[in-house]
């Protein structure tokens, strides 16, 4: 099994930056397809930024140039560097890990982080 980890969160106010981790632990952790997704109230949960083991990444076009996704190969750790921060940006963020890239929907991913929250005044 893959456990994550996720941790970061706050309360900014608008214009700040985050960084989120995702601490990856188990069997072949490092080698996953790791994404974070959001989820704001009464709305779908939505893919953010992803990371593939080969190192290549994604972030959603409408967080491009806001938002950065990179892995500490060191402590198998995964970042989501979150600047000028808006309030649409407040949301419950979660990592998600799957040894295979099969997509950005939820059902793609087994393994869930437990969440950090994100909101932004």
């Known amino acids: 099994d893959v456990q994550l980890v996720e941790s970061g969160g706050g309360s900014v106010q608008t214009g700040g930056s985050l960084r989120l981790t995702c601490a990856v632990s188990?069997?072949?952790?490092?080698?996953?397809?790791i994404v974070w997704f959001r989820q704001a109230p009464a709305k779908e949960r939505e893919a953010v930024a992803g990371l593939l083991s080969s190192g290549a990444t994604w972030v959603a076009p409408s967080m491009e140039g806001r938002f950065t996704i990179s892995r500490d190969g060191a402590s198998n750790s995964v970042y989501l560097q979150m600047n000028s921060l808006k309030p649409d940006d407040t949301a419950m963020y979660y990592c998600?890990?799957?040894?295979?890239?099969?997509?950005?929907?939820?059902?793609?991913?087994?393994?869930w982080g437990q969440g950090t929250q994100v909101t932004v005044s």
């Open positions: 998600a890990g799957s040894p295979h890239c099969a997509g950005l929907k939820t059902y793609h991913y087994v393994y």
């Open positions: 188990g069997d072949a952790g490092s080698q996953y397809c």
